[in-house]
């Protein structure tokens, strides 16, 4: 039997899932969509043959859905996420899991009132072979003890609707989940630097760059540049120093052209592309493990709720002028353990 899977929001995103539960991921079926914009949620349904529901929460309880994906824009995510525990079904939802602490917490109660961990938040990264393989070297030992991360997100160009919060919220925030997964460790304080204004992305409420800086409790002390508009491509770094060594992410593979005394290499346009195999690892685990009603391995909505506090402290962080908050999180509930 196929897993029924009603899909909320059809932005570049939610597109991008729809066609890949199509055409890649086995066992499952879209077989309903959602979407403000009713003429795009139209067009994908019949070209899908899924059922259009011009109302989120109508499809979520509708029952021909068993298991729901939330890909709306972000500020509307807890709302679908809350109405599906509701409903009793499994929810991914993409990142970020609400961009404020307290829609976090009104999540993680639900799901625990209702007794069973449904929650899968889409932080695609902990998937993705490269970061899998940074994780392994250090678990192993290679660098000994890790002391410093670097790491940048380079977005080529950004929306026209990019602020100076979204880019904490909505770009840094895969830095704040995946590099605490990464070292296994969680974070005791946080501030944010602004460099010199990019004179591409100027625009009235975007500072860009910005430099996120970290500490970890193990005393890892961790620098994340965010920029908005690199102009070349999308460029996602992060190398580790440890007492031993260090290691560093790899770059994707590309094929290195020579001619007229030049090699050249392309750097990718996009999230889309670079991180396809993640999305494709993360999308068939969640499947398949959705329906033999196995654990969730996932970012659990206790790790959306770490990510949504984080990057609200760095954004107070920034808007008071930089100096260093201490982040502080209650206590994790044996629930999530
Ligand atoms: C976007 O929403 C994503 O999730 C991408 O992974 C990230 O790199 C980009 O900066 C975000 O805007």
Known sequence: MELAIGVVGLGAIGRD????????????????????????????????????????????????????????????????????????????????????????EKILAAEQAFGRKIVQVGFMRRYDPGYTELKKTIEEGKIGQPLIVHACHRNMTHAATMTSEMSIKNSGVHEIDVLRWLLDDEYVSGQVVLPRQSRISAKEGLQDPQIMMLRTKQGICIDVEISQSSGYGYDIQCEVVGDLGTAKLPDPPGVITKTDCSRVTGIMPGWETRFVEAYNIEMQDWVDRVKNAQPLVGASAWDGYVACVTSNILGQCREEGGTSKEIVLPEKPEFYN
């Open 17 to 104: 899932h729809v066609k890949r539960f199509h055409e890649r991921i086995t066992g499952c079926k879209v077989v309903a969509v959602s979407e403000v914009n009713q003429e795009v949620g139209r067009r994908v349904a019949e070209q899908y043959g899924a059922k259009f529901y011009a109302d989120g929460e109508e499809l979520i309880n509708s029952p021909e859905v068993q298991a729901v994906v939330v890909t709306t824009w972000d500020p509307a995510h807890a709302q679908y996420v809350l109405a599906s525990i509701k409903a009793g079904k499994y929810v991914f939802c993409e990142k970020p899991l609400a961009t404020e602490a307290a829609e976090c």
